[in-house]
């Protein structure tokens, strides 16, 4: 995947293998299959749950709110996998990491079950923390289960990138199935006992990783100071916020997360650019760092919608009568997995064979094409959306083929963008290029939910305005990739 490692010795880690590859794959694949299904499931009812009226079982929030806490709970699971990594880096090893990141997420998701209002934000408070420990760490194992990387380390990664996917779909499926029928709380629970399966999966199949990830990775110790600082300072805004001392305003915190996820972003470009001591032909690269992330943050703020606006609309506006059986509205986020499932080989046999004639598009190119599938997938919901200015329900196949089109989409952007990052960084930087590459997740996450936002129910016309407004930032952003893309070519001479 980048260049670290492709130069290393071609020799494959030694160890058992189950269709060629390393067992220590299964592990892995079962484990981010189910705190995929966690993480999925969770979103596919969240926003509907924190919108139920308290005498449906839900927490009776304003949707102002509810989207708001949507985009932070999103943001803060990828801004934390920042956190998570040094963590593993300097501390604890990924393996420790995962199996941490695994019992918070299903403690998270206990107390999700449980919860009044108070214990409901702990519960995604700590199953974010857990995400952020697991998430970044497992796919780091994943990469040093192949120390020779190539083409068998891209093939490992597309066999776990199915894992994610089929984590993702069950997840969609089953949580709001279960949440429909047996109320919120049992859905929540579903989460919480996969997720203590994956831990106990992993435990038990732990030996099969060998030495990959068992410590931590950076020569240099880190010490627990600044985590425990970070812990504190958030127990402290917990206590405040529980004793009433302060309140939260989640619409005012989910815009205040993306200017300072967004000057993050800045400060750490303006570092690299100007006080790294990069030479000239680092620096070009690192311009097509910035030109990806501001792609990449677009991209995920549109593809979040998932769980939000498009979770709203099939929830309110979607007739889900299907043989007389009412679909719960959280089901339809199950389109996206699925089709990521059913499609990843045909976009996978179309980069081989334009590989082959040398015709590989560039990382711009990819990522502009994924930005105009995304417009397109908004363009469709703005036609559905007049449908319901006009009185109707609309039929789901109107966000199935927006699905389609955004999985298309992912598809040129999502497997190759951490890849493309690591390439692009100088060599003793790759490690932050997974940080950037979070950081534009935590950002698209986080515009997500503020996004949401701007749909007001009692003013409808919101609805298709806030899908046009999206199909335009994805058309717009899409077309200038497309046309910087014989400027990146000449600035990233050497990267493939
Ligand atoms: N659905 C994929 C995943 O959850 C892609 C999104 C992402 O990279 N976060 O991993």
Redesign the pocket.
Known sequence: MNSATDAAPLTPAPGPTLFGQPRGLATLFLTEMWE?FT??GIQAVLILFMVAAVSRGGLGLDDKTSSSIFGLFLGST?LLGLLGGWIADRLLGAQRAVISGGILIAAGSVLLAIGNHAIFFLGLLVNAMGVGLL?PNVSAIVASLYPEGGARRDAGFSIFYMG??IG?ALGSFFVPLCAAAFGWRVGFALPALFMTLGVAQFLWTRSYLGAAGLQPAHERRGSWTPVVVFLAAVAVIVILALTRIVTLDAAVLVRAASWGYGLLALAYFVYLLFFAGLTAAERKRALVMVALFVASATF?AG?YQQGGSFNLFAERYTDRHIFGWEMPAGVLQAVN?FF?ITLAGVFAALWIALGKRGRDPVASTKFGVALIFLGLGFLVMYFAAQHVLAGQLVLPTWLVLTYFLHTCG?LCL?PV?LSYMSKLAPQRFVGQAMGVWFLS?ALGGNLAGVLTGQYDASHLESLPGLFLKIFWYGVIVGAVMLLLTPLVKKLMAGVH
């Open positions: 995929r993480y999925y990828y998430k994610i996917n993702g995920w593809y997995p990521v992912e999502s963008g997740l």
